[in-house]
């Protein structure tokens, strides 16, 4: 068998990172690894110091993130300090990282949200790695972020939706999608798609599932998001506020502050992580507030609800897994809320009155949850505060330009889905 040392680029990648069990300990070679040890997360331990490249987007942070090299796809942050939006809360320090179509300001996320942040170096992972093709289950935003880039880059992808989700996969009118099949799950949620995500990948040798949580150039391609943040305020927030579902976003935030305290390069300590979810559904928050590191039964809805915004209902976030939301809270003596449909949607009005964008339903829960704690005294008004508006400027986009819903390669049902996408592989 050919030794690691003999293969110069697969040294590279081992001097510039390894991958280390956050239970045990081990440090181990990346072969685009998911998994290590049950109930545990991987995180990506960099050599050397952070140089910020004269790129675009994540790509300017390329000395952390778990990639050989860049490639040519932008996606990023603009952060900005919102003085209006701030004025109109009572706050003197608030800052937005914004993430999505927003030209006069930057934007830098094609398809309107920061999951074309775990994209774009996730593709370039999956290139360092020879893999064949990728296999991913989503409830809008992240596979319409990985068709956007797997298609510009001839990427072959396998996207699973649930039923009410297969609207959301779009692409601008001409958009390269040769390499995309779409799949819908007619009869299924996301959770549904995910379970039906897992059963083709045990079958496709070569291909790999994206990873969510578990995978490490999501959580930092996310995570970059903080560091465009403390760069451009010259310091790290005390407070940071997000929307969560199923949990990378805070998580590889998180870590990537840890990163910056560590190397010397800002002081600490790291931001209070504030996570706000749908009132009806709300594992995460139910947890956190019995103080628990693990999720029960009890924590879910017993039946099936309706949410605000259903990109932050995930049936299977990561919270006790070692390195996952419940210790990023415990880290940083974090705070969860749960927010009405009626006080998000007053969230959304003021942000896109005041600040002239409109943005998506995630962002608006964590405005929300914003304003409790200000009302609470959980923040304190003149706090150094980074509001996360997770996704926008969709509708803005989809006004300015020609856009186009991507057509099911495949419409399966969750009890024989897996078998029957395989089945039409055979066939092509």
């Given at each position: 068998m050919e030794s690691v040392r003999s293969r110069p680029a697969l040294w590279g990648w081992i001097v510039k990172y390894q991958l280390v069990c956050?239970?045990?300990?081990?440090?181990?070679?990346?072969?685009?690894?998911?998994?290590?040890?049950?109930?545990?997360?991987?995180?990506?331990?960099?050599?050397?110091?952070?140089?910020?490249?004269?790129?675009?987007?994540?790509?300017?942070?390329?000395?952390?993130?778990?990639?050989?090299?860049?490639?040519?796809?932008?996606?990023?942050?603009?952060?900005?300090?919102?003085?209006?939006?701030?004025?109109?809360?009572?706050?003197?320090?608030?800052?937005?990282?914004?993430?999505?179509?927003?030209?006069?300001?930057?934007?830098?996320?094609?398809?309107?949200?920061?999951?074309?942040?775990?994209?774009?170096?996730?593709?370039?992972?999956?290139?360092?790695?020879?893999?064949?093709?990728?296999?991913?289950?989503?409830?809008?935003?992240?596979?319409?972020?990985?068709?956007?880039?797997?298609?510009?880059?001839?990427?072959?992808?396998?996207?699973?939706?649930?039923?009410?989700?297969?609207?959301?996969?779009?692409?601008?009118?001409?958009?390269?999608?040769?390499?995309i099949k779409l799949v819908v799950v007619e009869d299924g949620d996301y959770y549904d798609a995910k379970t039906v995500a897992k059963g083709i990948a045990k079958q496709l040798i070569g291909w790999q599932m994206e990873g969510s949580v578990h995978n490490v150039a999501r959580r930092d391609g996310i995570g970059s998001l903080l560091l465009d943040a403390a760069f451009t305020m010259d310091r790290l927030p005390e407070h940071y506020f997000q929307g969560i579902g199923g949990g990378p976003g805070p998580i590889g935030v998180h870590e990537m502050a840890e990163r910056l305290i560590t190397s010397g390069q800002f002081e600490g300590p790291v931001p209070r992580q504030h996570l706000s979810q749908n009132i009806e559904h709300c594992p995460i928050h139910n947890a956190w507030q019995a103080r628990r590191d693990h999720l029960l039964p009890e924590d879910f809805p017993s039946e099936e609800v309706t949410v605000y915004s259903d990109y932050l209902l995930n049936k299977g976030p990561a919270y006790g897994q070692v390195g996952g939301v419940h210790d990023i809270l415990k880290a940083s003596n974090g705070q969860t809320y749960t927010v009405k449909e009626s006080d998000a949607k007053l969230a959304k009005t003021l942000f896109e009155t005041i600040e002239g964008i409109d943005i998506m339903t995630p962002g608006a829960v964590a405005l929300a949850s914003l304003q409790q704690a200000l009302a609470s005294g959980e923040v304190d008004s003149s706090s150094c505060t980074i509001l996360n508006i997770s996704g926008g400027g969709v509708e803005r986009l989809r006004q300015e330009q020609s856009t186009e819903v991507v057509e099911p390669w495949l419409r399966v049902n969750k009890a024989d889905g897996a078998s029957m996408i395989l089945k039409a592989l055979e066939q092509e």
């Open positions: 956050l239970a045990t300990g081990q440090r181990i070679v990346d072969a685009y690894t998911l998994h290590h040890t049950d109930n545990a997360l991987l995180q990506a331990d960099f050599a050397g110091p952070l140089n910020i490249q004269d790129a675009q987007g994540v790509w300017k942070y390329l000395d952390w993130l778990p990639t050989s090299s860049s490639n040519s796809y932008v996606a990023g942050t603009v952060t900005y300090k919102a003085e209006a939006l701030g004025d109109a809360l009572g706050m003197t320090d608030l800052w937005v990282t914004f993430h999505g179509h927003w030209p006069e300001k930057g934007g830098l996320c094609p398809t309107g949200s920061f999951k074309d942040m775990e994209a774009v170096p996730t593709i370039q992972r999956l290139r360092d790695h020879d893999c064949k093709g990728m296999i991913c289950a989503s409830a809008g935003n992240t596979a319409r972020a990985f068709t956007h880039f797997c298609g510009l880059d001839s990427m072959p992808l396998i996207v699973i939706v649930g039923k009410d989700h297969g609207h959301r996969i779009w692409t601008k009118t001409g958009h390269p999608t040769d390499s």
